[in-house]
Nanobody, 122 residues
Framework: QLQLVESGGGSVQPGGSLRLSCAAS????????IGWFRQAPGKGREGISC????????NYADSVKGRFTILRDNAKNTVYLQMNSLKREDTAVYYC???????????????WGQGTQVTVSS
């Protein structure tokens, strides 16, 4: 079962930073493109960033471009989302999941995890 576990969320002031982690248990995520999605209160889930299995290709939604960076460490079986210059509108539950290649289509594979809450407020 392709399910990933998200961590690293929390509360931060506007302009702050957080790094989210996405880890796999029981299988290697190295063969999969991975996407980060988020769901804000009262809104649908949206794909915001993804990375190819090799790490050589990345994609960002316009809303996060220039502020967020997606990285992967295949040796650690982990994908990260570094979030800088956070804004109130980044408040959401963040999810990672394997996606169909090419990743920028944001078509998910497997089961959604619990997500990790990110709250940006002063």
């Amino acid at each position: 079962q392709l399910q990933l576990v998200e961590s690293g969320g929390g509360s931060v002031q506007p302009g702050g930073s957080l790094r989210l982690s996405c880890a796999a248990s029981g299988f290697s995520m190295n063969y999969y493109d991975i996407g980060w999605f988020r769901q804000a209160p009262g809104k649908g889930r949206e794909g915001i960033s993804c990375i190819s299995s090799s790490g050589g290709w990345t994609n960002y939604a316009d809303s996060v471009k220039g502020r967020f960076t997606i990285l992967r460490d295949n040796a650690k079986n982990t994908v990260y989302l570094q979030m800088n210059s956070l804004k109130r509108e980044d408040t959401a539950v963040y999810y990672c999941i394997a996606v169909v290649a090419p990743c920028e289509a944001y078509i998910s594979i497997g089961s959604w995890g619990q997500g990790t809450q990110v709250t940006v407020s002063s």
